[in-house]
């Protein structure tokens, strides 16, 4: 590959007064329909809206603090998803009964999965089975690999006029021969629990706009590290993979709390360089044991999203789960690292079911 040169901004950082934090943090909350908790926690995923106020560069910089040395001995925090999940599955029970009780009725999520792809059939298990231990209804259409679009399209029709259905998932990826755009644009923008729409996608990305939903996996990324309190404000965060899916979504996330992101992908050039730089590394390549040691910088944060089957006999269904980062060597240099599985997973099944109980809230005031 060839050489990339690296150009470093310094910049100095101004101190905001709390009266204007408030009053930017307050911006978020709009339209009214939404309880001051559920605000403040779509608020707290999507980040402080502060405005861009750039500091003049004074004409002799001064010499900087020398860096904290580094605890080479402290062994590395391993986040967990699995208590995380635990905590927002028992906390969406509560709003299930509570919504049962309220308006005599439950949320309903529809899951539709095209083919025979053992991976996509285990992701589907996982999330049937999460909508049954929070009370959430669970409808799962299943087509085979030689059905048509259009009959995949009718499926999704089907949902989006069912008004027990609040929230529709159509499993990716689809075979080949099948226009996912079309398919994943049929469904109801106030369904769209999986937050692929265009309309929920441009929000994200527009400062000071609330998009109805996140996609699950991005949104499971900022719960991890918000839920461990890591610092993500002017943090250097490398994204690696810009799908869709996780990594358009979740470098978008970043920037909306002020971090300065990087996206790695199948064409970067050095991308260990450009990673081996990051205060944060987020990866979803879909590239087992991608990321080596060798490309973190010590100290570093690692979220895991790659979840990628490997054959193994002995497993229960002849495959496994490893990761895109090499867990024995990262482990050695990161100061906290999500494990696959364990990590980032049962976090993003809990984003969903949060995306559906929203889903269902909204709609359950429309009616009244």
């Given at each position: ?32 329909s ?54 927002i ?83 990716l ?24 729409h ?74 260990e ?28 944060v ?12 002995d ?54």
């Amino acid at each position: 590959m060839g050489g990339a040169m690296a150009f470093t901004w310094r910049l100095t950082k101004r101190r905001m007064a709390p009266a204007l934090f408030s009053r930017c943090h307050a911006t978020l909350i709009v339209g009214g329909s939404k309880t001051e908790k559920e605000a403040a926690t779509t608020t707290s995923i999507l980040g402080p809206d502060l405005p861009d106020i750039w500091s003049p560069l004074p004409t002799s910089l001064p010499r900087p603090m020398p860096m904290p040395p580094v605890n080479h001995a402290a062994p590395p925090t391993i986040i967990d998803g699995k208590s995380i999940a635990e905590e927002i599955r028992s906390e969406i029970s509560a709003d299930v009964l509570h919504l049962k009780s309220s308006y005599g009725k439950v949320p309903g999520l529809a899951v539709i999965l095209v083919g025979q792809r053992r991976d996509s059939q285990s992701y589907v298990r996982y999330k049937i089975k999460a909508c049954n231990q929070v009370g959430i209804r669970s409808l799962l259409a299943q087509l085979p690999d030689s059905c048509s679009e259009d009959e995949v399209v009718d499926s999704v029709t089907r949902f989006n006029q069912d008004p027990s259905v609040h929230g529709i998932l159509v499993q990716l990826p689809l075979p080949q021969h099948m226009d996912e755009e079309r398919i994943l644009g049929a469904i109801s923008l106030q369904k769209d629990v999986d937050g692929f729409h265009p309309l929920n996608v441009g929000n994200l990305a527009l400062r000071g706009r609330q998009p109805l939903f996140i996609p699950c996996a991005a949104k499971a990324c900022l719960q991890l590290l918000l839920r461990h309190q890591i610092d993500l404000m002017g943090k250097h965060a490398v994204v690696i993979g810009r799908s869709k899916v996780v990594g358009l979504p979740t470098s978008l996330l970043l920037q909306r709390h002020h971090a300065t992101v990087s996206i790695v992908h199948a064409f970067t050039h050095r991308p260990e360089e450009i990673t081996r730089e990051a205060d944060i590394v987020i990866s979803a390549a879909g590239v087992a044991n991608l990321v080596r040691g060798s490309w973190l910088k010590r100290g570093s944060v690692v979220i895991d999203v790659g979840t990628n089957p490997i054959e193994d006999p002995d497993s229960e269904h002849g495959y496994r789960l490893t990761g895109d980062v090499h867990f024995d060597e990262a482990v050695k240099v990161a100061s906290a690292i999500t494990p696959v599985p364990g990590g980032v997973g049962p976090v993003t099944i809990a984003m969903l079911l949060s995306n559906t109980l929203d889903a269902a809230k909204e709609a359950f005031r429309s009616s009244v």
